[in-house]
């Protein structure tokens, strides 16, 4: 079933070029179908790329989903031009009157801010708290992921020495929970970030369970069955080249960084990098995509409190 999002949005002739099914209003409504109502709180500077990962993956859904754009109300990103947002963005005062069946909150590049000191911080609470009596299930990435375990278990993030950085190898914890059904016994993914969560802050925390981690870079997936939460600390969405951007990008800008690690072949920055988690990132989004079409209500007003 195609994907409902705006004709004109940018993502639209991309998805259609790689054969992603996206639909347009006019047919979505001939449909006599409640769709899935998923709302993206998109964080990311370079917000038309983002929409461009999670609405590929969320696009393969067999399912008909609805994806609604939303952004912090006082913020004014530097990288996507404020007639785009226009456009295609509800501020997050326009959307709490709304209820969704799922909620992705994306990253953005500030894991070196205490939370407090983030300028928005005050209004990500408030969608935090919205988040239990108007979404049935939620997806945090990232930062997003750090901020929600901080806001709602008292998890705390801890700062890195030096930029974890490539792309690193997964061990399942637990192959039983839904969220990673059909995944390998291993599985890589891209990491980008200067802080990390603990295993040991997660341990004694109720209704917390890690699902996968690396050796090296620690926890990466870890979900609140009960509350229908899945924090997503690393970066399956990312697209084949997101990392070799962040790493050129730093090297023009004369920032000291490594070379992500396991990413360019050889460690040549001239070749392309393979991409050995794509499989895995859509498998991820397809099993939360069932979980809440297996357990969300078909009356969408009923969608409540945790």
């Not at 004709?7 to 179908?33: C, H, S, Y």
């Not at 393969?60 to 939303?70: C, D, G, N, V």
């Not at 530097?78 to 947002?85: A, G, I, K, V």
């Not at 899945?230 to 997101?242: A, G, K, Q, R």
Request: aromatic share 10%; glycine share 4%.
């Amino acid at each position: 079933m195609p994907i409902k999002i705006p004709d004109k949005l940018p993502a639209f002739q991309a998805l259609v070029n790689e054969g992603v099914r996206v639909m347009t209003e006019a047919v979505a409504i001939r449909q006599d179908i409640r769709p899935l109502q998923i709302g993206l709180l998109n964080l990311m500077p370079n917000k038309i790329r983002t929409e461009l990962q999670m609405a590929r993956l969320l696009g393969a859904s067999p399912l008909q989903i609805e994806l609604s754009l939303i952004r912090i109300g006082n913020h004014k990103p530097r990288n996507t031009s404020e007639d785009h947002l226009r456009a295609f963005y509800q501020t997050w005062e326009r959307a709490r009157e709304r209820k969704f069946d799922g909620f992705i909150v994306t990253g953005t590049p500030v894991e070196t801010i205490p939370y407090e000191d983030v300028t928005y911080w005050q209004e990500m609470q408030q969608i935090f708290a919205w988040t239990q009596t108007n979404v049935h299930a939620t997806m945090n990435i990232c930062w997003g992921a750090m901020a929600a375990l901080y806001h709602f278990h008292g998890v705390p993030k801890n700062q890195l020495t030096e930029k974890a950085f490539g792309v690193y190898r997964q061990t399942i914890l637990k192959p039983s929970s839904p969220y990673l059904n059909g995944f390998s016994d291993d599985f890589a993914v891209p990491v980008s970030r200067w802080a990390e969560i603990r295993a040991a802050d997660l341990a004694g925390r109720p209704g917390l369970t890690p699902l996968a981690q690396s050796d090296e870079k620690g926890v990466s997936i870890v979900e609140d069955r009960e509350c229908r939460r899945l924090y997503v600390l690393d970066h399956l969405e990312y697209d084949s080249e997101s990392l070799a951007d962040e790493y050129f990008r730093d090297i023009a800008a004369k920032v000291p960084i490594r070379m992500p690690f396991n990413y360019f072949p050889n460690d040549d920055a001239s070749l392309p990098p393979a991409n050995r988690w794509r499989s895995h990132a859509h498998l991820l989004l397809s099993n939360w995509i069932n979980e809440i079409y297996q357990t969300t209500p078909f009356d969408i007003g009923l969608i409540g409190k945790c």
